[in-house]
């Protein structure tokens, strides 16, 4: 065994984190052991307490120590509306607008057949469930305007439209505080088509 | 306590590594959380490993987990040379050439008055003792060639010449496989006045 052999391996660990190579993992290793070990213990003990109590809300598929998160269960809420989202981080930008006071059903990932995440991997079974359960009256389409992430509304929406509910999409336009000139031509071109 | 407490734990400690803001650290949590578990265990094992285990090379003051490294342990080595570097990742960088057979004496970080770090906290006293102990011949200057890694050169270099000893500096000058034409101009003006 060599005598760098945890260096080793913490190296290997934190390479396994997304968007680090080799270089920046030596990088904070180096950093952490030589100047702020008590980062790479805080950092040791929130890995394993996030580990052991993060899980899944029953209802709407976020992260969340409870059973239930604060969300779903904020009876101050507008239990009608409904609005799918990809991410948490998607979810909580949503929030800081202060425009939306509906529940969430957050998907935690898009359709990528090219990653082999298909319908079932993102519980569209049970977001159609919800759909339907009688108290939701609208579900907004909030996934990302990427193509995976339209791809990913449009077989939601044909699912909902089967089981006789209408869903409604994020309106696609212009950006606040842009000038035409510099807005890309699609963009434009939605904007004319959704114009109102 | 919020219910999402451990999350928002998870991203303040990854935040602390270097060079992740707020966004990637969001990021690395949800990927750790939402698509590799294991990872998050193996980091946290990782890191705990490495805090408790490794610590610097009584000699060099490389990480290690023995009380001396193998470096400084192997006796086909030449002994009566030392390099001088700034990082054990430079050293490792050193070592990958195949050019070096002598030891190393690492600094664990370079001259840095902004930081606070003066030649106290490098062991400059440590690095003069060695360097004076009889065995040692020839001390090789490897730190960067930036600002603050000249500076620390110098100020190692007038410490050990007033020991009576004449240090040596890796070589400055175009690098292998450049066309004179792109090469900055500094660099250029020092493979002239070195010029063999």
């Given amino acids: 065994m060599s005598d760098t052999h945890s260096l080793d391996a913490l190296v290997q660990a934190l390479k396994r984190l997304p968007g680090v190579g080799v270089k920046s993992a030596q990088r904070m290793a180096f950093h952490l052991l030589q100047h702020d070990r008590p980062a790479a213990q805080a950092l040791a003990r929130a890995l394993q307490q996030a580990t052991e109590h993060v899980h899944h809300c029953e209802r709407c598929h976020t992260f969340t120590e409870a059973q239930i998160c604060a969300t779903c269960l904020d009876e101050r809420r507008d239990h009608s509306q409904l609005c799918v989202v990809e991410t948490p981080a998607d979810q909580s930008a949503l929030e ?39 108290v939701v009256q609208e579900v907004i389409l ?10 990913t509304a449009h077989v939601i929406s044909e699912g909902l439209k089967a089981r006789g509910l209408k869903p409604t999409r994020l309106a696609r336009g212009v950006p606040v505080g842009s000038e035409l000139e510099y807005v890309d031509l699609g963009t434009i071109a939605h904007a004319l088509v959704d114009r109102r």
């Fill in 96 to 134: 800081r607008t202060g425009a939306y006071r509906g529940l969430y059903f957050v998907l935690m990932g898009k359709l990528s057949p090219l990653d082999g995440i298909g319908p079932n991997d993102l519980g569209f079974k049970k977001l159609f469930d919800r759909a339907c359960d009688g």
């Fill in 142 to 151: 909030a996934t990302n305007f990427t193509a995976e992430g339209e791809a």
